[in-house]
């Protein structure tokens, strides 16, 4: 056996080690984030939508987006259980008044086409 074929063995089972590993890794993130799912925990979809679980059934889990409004999703959906809501907005944080809008309405402009005819009409003045 030469150095290349050693070489190339050595690679081959490097790829084989790193594609188990990261598929172990994956799989333990996957079973972390089963256990953290429970009813009224705020998770985010890989869709980007954050809702509040409202029922957890064996490979579905009904998700609450806004009052009302409920959806039904795969569990593998579920991309993460946030542990600060008031980030996404779903938790009621403290309201501020609006801030008051301008009564004034613009000044019109004149339009291009406007001065336009007044510059190509010919003067009829005569002196």
Excluded: C, Y
Excluded at 29 to 45: N, P
Excluded at 47 to 69: F, K, M, Y
């Amino acid at each position: 056996m030469n150095s290349q074929d050693l070489f190339l063995l050595v690679a081959l089972g490097f790829l084989i080690f790193m594609m188990v590993w990261s598929s172990r890794k994956r799989k333990k993130q996957a079973a972390e984030l089963e256990q953290k799912l429970s009813v009224g925990a705020t998770v985010m979809l890989h869709s980007g939508i954050i809702g509040n679980i409202t029922e957890l059934q064996d490979v579905r889990a009904v998700i609450e987006t806004t009052p009302g409004v409920k959806l039904t999703v795969v569990k593998q959906a579920i991309r993460s259980v946030e542990s600060n809501p008031l980030i996404f907005g779903t938790a009621k944080a403290e309201s501020k008044p609006a801030a008051k809008t301008a009564s004034k309405k613009p000044v019109a402009k004149s339009t291009a086409k406007s001065s336009a005819k007044a510059a190509t009409k010919p003067s009829t003045k005569k002196a």
